[in-house]
């Protein structure tokens, strides 16, 4: 795909695109549900409502036609989050921008504006039988910090958290 351009901040549409995106996705990938679906978009939307550049980043990736195609967060104002510590979320690339680069360059602006903000720590939760975000996020040196087996999605799924010290 080309024609896109990189969005800070919220854009029409992003919410419903970006659980969109998820919901495809994961529902080829891992068989996911409306459930699923929901809790993005609902957990965006919370986060785009209390979005702060000073220590929070969203990216969306927006083609000609205005439709997002893809996102990355930087959430350190997550409730319950320990000071200096900031969850990765919402990194999606549609289909047809995968593979050229463009991933690596929405994870190394987000770990920059990580550092510039002062965290120490960058975590994010995946799913186990996604090889190649295992291999971006081994490369930007993410490692295992818990892998837990639950049913939350409404079948067995291996989740892990993975994180960075800056």
């Not at 995946?126 to 639950?150: H, I, K």
Request: charged content about 20%; hydrophobic content about 50%.
């Amino acid at each position: 795909m080309s024609g896109w351009r990189l969005a800070s901040g919220w854009v029409p549409g992003a919410i419903g695109d970006i659980a969109a995106l998820h919901a495809r996705h994961y529902a080829a990938s891992h068989g996911f549900g409306a459930v699923f679906e929901a809790k993005v978009a609902r957990e965006l939307g919370e986060f785009l409502g209390r979005l702060d550049p000073a220590r929070d980043l969203f990216r969306a990736v927006v083609a000609v036609d205005g439709a997002v195609r893809g996102s990355i967060a930087l959430d350190g104002g997550e409730p319950g989050l320990p000071a200096g510590t900031a969850h990765l979320r919402w990194f999606i690339l549609d289909a047809g921008l995968r593979g050229g680069g463009l991933g690596r360059r929405l994870l190394a602006e987000a770990l920059d504006h990580a550092r510039a903000a002062g965290c120490g720590r960058v975590f994010l939760w995946t799913l186990a039988g996604l090889p190649a975000a295992e291999r971006l996020y081994a490369e930007a040196g993410f490692a295992l910090a818990e892998e837990v087996t639950g049913r939350q999605w409404g079948r067995p799924v291996t989740e892990r958290r993975l994180e960075l010290s800056l």
